[in-house]
């Protein structure tokens, strides 16, 4: 497999995750990829667009309308020595693929003695902010989170979606890959070849001495927008993830030994969400670093309307999360 070079080009997520599709494939026979309509036409995302006609369709092919079915495959092929991918269309629809996830895929391991490895990556597109109403904008990360034995990835720059998702296939457990629907015209500059993002390491994205921030995914990119909005006024440290499980807690805690400060945001409603887990385990190992109380900001306990100022009401926007850094600070 090709590795990073020095040469630079401007990507948008679809063409970064279908180059690193494509790199995996060429590296890995047992590399296969299905879902729903993503053959010839590479799906409504493209997101394989061209793979079918390079590498054929055994290893390339639409499936039924199955969510279940096509999570049962991707187990089963797993199971069987295969590095299976799969593209679920919106992650909305993993409701219907539950039972083949959390109690197949993510269990067998544990199950069958380490048996059976399970190297299979779930593709799938998260968020609100598209004006697609309550079934096709959730996030649910923290569903897949309280689910022992996945491991979630949620990257939110084009660099990252291309090094985490090599990484995602190449390890050997079912990781959730969930990108951000409004992040489907990022356009960025990246080095051209392959690399690889490792998983459970995070990104300081902007350094700051006054309050850590930590934003995943599209809520990294508001947070820095209200970070620059308060420049001159508030040193902002804004930590992303990268990836929710394994998490980077040192990464975390060294930046809230400097600061003194916590506020975690995220899209996904605020109960029972990713937030209140970051700043339980902050707590338990570095309470004493705390100036003051943590604080999250999340999305309203809500569906997700249809109307656009409606849906941006329900979900944080840049200038919720500067008047909290503001509150916590001025």
């Not at 930046?255 to 937030?275: A, N």
Request: charged share 20%.
């Amino acid at each position: 497999m090709p590795a990073e070079t020095t040469v630079r080009r401007k990507l948008k997520p679809i063409v970064a995750m279908n180059e690193a599709l494509d790199a995996a494939m060429a590296a890995d026979d047992d590399v296969v990829l299905f879902g729903e309509d993503i053959g010839a036409y590479g799906g409504v995302w493209a997101l394989s667009k061209g793979l079918q006609k390079k590498y054929g369709e055994l290893r390339v092919f639409d499936t039924p309308l199955s969510e279940c079915a096509i999570m049962g495959t991707c187990a089963g092929a797993a199971m069987a020595g295969l590095r299976p991918v799969i593209e679920i269309m919106y992650v909305d629809f993993m409701t219907v693929a539950m039972d083949q996830l959390v109690n197949q895929a993510a269990k067998i391991r544990l199950m069958s003695g380490g048996a059976f490895d399970l190297p299979m990556t779930i593709i799938a597109p998260c968020g609100a902010g598209t004006s697609e109403a309550a079934q096709h904008s959730n996030s649910l990360e923290a569903w897949f989170l309280n689910t022992p034995g996945l491991k979630v990835v949620m990257p939110s720059t084009v660099y990252d979606m291309k090094g985490l998702l090599t990484a995602a296939i190449g390890d050997n457990n079912p990781v959730m890959y969930l990108w951000h629907k409004a992040l489907y015209d990022l356009e960025e500059e990246v080095p051209d070849g392959v690399w690889t993002v490792p998983l459970g390491e995070a990104a300081v994205r902007r350094e700051g001495g006054d309050i850590t921030v930590v934003a995943y995914s599209l809520m990294m990119h508001r947070a820095m927008a209200a970070a620059a909005e308060l420049d001159g006024r508030v040193s902002v440290e804004i930590i992303d993830p990268r990836t929710l499980h394994p998490f980077d807690l040192d990464t975390v805690l060294r930046s809230v030994r400097k600061t003194g400060r916590l506020l975690v945001v995220h899209e996904s409603p605020l109960r029972c969400g990713v937030g209140g887990d970051i700043v339980r385990r902050v707590c338990e190992a570095g309470f004493e670093l705390l100036q003051q109380a943590p604080q999250v900001v999340g999305g309203v306990d809500s569906p997700i309307p249809f109307s656009k100022s409606l849906e941006d009401a329900v979900v944080p926007q840049v200038s919720d999360i500067r008047a909290a850094i503001e509150t916590m600070v001025e």
